[in-house]
C-alpha cells in the first residue's frame, strides 16, 4: 500500500513536470506565444532544470532540446521508484520505460489538446485561451483537414486525430514492451 501510494505522487509530480517540459518545447517548436500568465507559469516552473541544460545542449534547427532532454530526464528519474521496488525490472529496463513515459506524456498531452480545443468550439470560441490552444493543435489536425472534409457544419478531424493518437498509444505500449 505505501508503494501504492508513493508511486502515485511521483508519477504525478513527475508527469505534470514532464508535460510542462514537453509544452515548451512543443510551443517553441511550432513558434506559438503563450499568453503571459502561462508562459509565466511555463517558464518559471522550468527554467531550474533548462538553463542547466542548455550550456551542454543548445537549441539546434530551432528546437529547445534542453526541454526535450529535460523530459526524458524526468521520465526516466520517474522509472527508479519501480526498478528498486520491483523485482521484475531491473537498471537495463529505465530507458525503455522513460521513452514510453515520455511518448506517453506527449500522446496525452495532444489528446488533451484536441479536446480542449473540441470544447472551447463548442462552449466559447472567442476565450482567452481558445486561439492559443488552436494554435498548439493545428499542426496535428492540418494535414488530416486537407483530406477529411467536414460534415455539413462539423469538422471530423478531431475525432480522427484523437482515434489516431490512441492507436499510435497502443503501438508504442506494445512495442516498449515487446522490448522488455
Same mark, same amino acid.
Request: charged share 10%; no cysteine.
Given at each position: 500500500?505505501?508503494?501504492?501510494?508513493?508511486?502515485?505522487?511521483?508519477?504525478?509530480?513527475?508527469?505534470?513536470?514532464?508535460?510542462?517540459?514537453? %509544452?515548451?518545447?512543443?510551443?517553441?517548436?511550432? +513558434?506559438?506565444?503563450?499568453?503571459?500568465?502561462?508562459?509565466?507559469?511555463?517558464?518559471?516552473?522550468?527554467?531550474?532544470?533548462?538553463?542547466?541544460? +542548455?550550456?551542454?545542449?543548445?537549441?539546434?534547427?530551432?528546437?529547445?532540446?534542453?526541454?526535450?532532454?529535460?523530459?526524458?530526464?524526468?521520465?526516466?528519474?520517474?522509472?527508479?521508484?519501480?526498478?528498486?521496488? %520491483?523485482?521484475?525490472?531491473?537498471?537495463?529496463?529505465?530507458?525503455?520505460?522513460?521513452?514510453?513515459?515520455?511518448?506517453?506524456?506527449?500522446?496525452?498531452?495532444?489528446?488533451?489538446?484536441?479536446?480542449?480545443?473540441?470544447?472551447?468550439?463548442?462552449?466559447?470560441?472567442?476565450?482567452?485561451?481558445?486561439?492559443?490552444? +488552436?494554435?498548439?493543435?493545428?499542426?496535428?489536425?492540418?494535414?488530416?483537414? +486537407?483530406?477529411?472534409?467536414?460534415?455539413?457544419?462539423?469538422?471530423?478531424?478531431?475525432?480522427?486525430?484523437?482515434?489516431?493518437?490512441?492507436?499510435?498509444?497502443?503501438?508504442?505500449?506494445?512495442?516498449?514492451?515487446?522490448?522488455?
Amino acid at each position: 500500500m505505501l508503494y501504492s501510494i508513493f508511486s502515485l505522487i511521483v508519477t504525478t509530480v513527475a508527469s505534470f513536470l514532464g508535460g510542462v517540459l514537453l %509544452l515548451r518545447f512543443w510551443m517553441q517548436a511550432i +513558434r506559438v506565444r503563450p499568453p503571459m500568465s502561462l508562459a509565466q507559469f511555463t517558464y518559471q516552473l522550468t527554467d531550474w532544470m533548462v538553463h542547466p541544460l +542548455r550550456k551542454i545542449l543548445p537549441g539546434v534547427g530551432g528546437y529547445d532540446w534542453a526541454s526535450l532532454v529535460g523530459a526524458l530526464l524526468i521520465a526516466m528519474l520517474s522509472t527508479v521508484p519501480e526498478i528498486w521496488l %520491483l523485482p521484475q525490472w531491473s537498471a537495463q529496463h529505465m530507458l525503455p520505460l522513460a521513452l514510453l513515459r515520455l511518448v506517453q506524456w506527449m500522446l496525452y498531452g495532444l489528446m488533451g489538446l484536441i479536446f480542449i480545443g473540441v470544447i472551447f468550439s463548442w462552449v466559447n470560441p472567442y476565450a482567452p485561451l481558445a486561439p492559443f490552444i +488552436r494554435a498548439l493543435s493545428e499542426p496535428i489536425q492540418r494535414p488530416l483537414r +486537407r483530406i477529411i472534409p467536414p460534415v455539413g457544419a462539423i469538422d471530423l478531424t478531431p475525432l480522427v486525430v484523437l482515434l489516431l493518437l490512441q492507436i499510435a498509444l497502443y503501438v508504442a505500449t506494445a512495442l516498449i514492451v515487446s522490448l522488455i
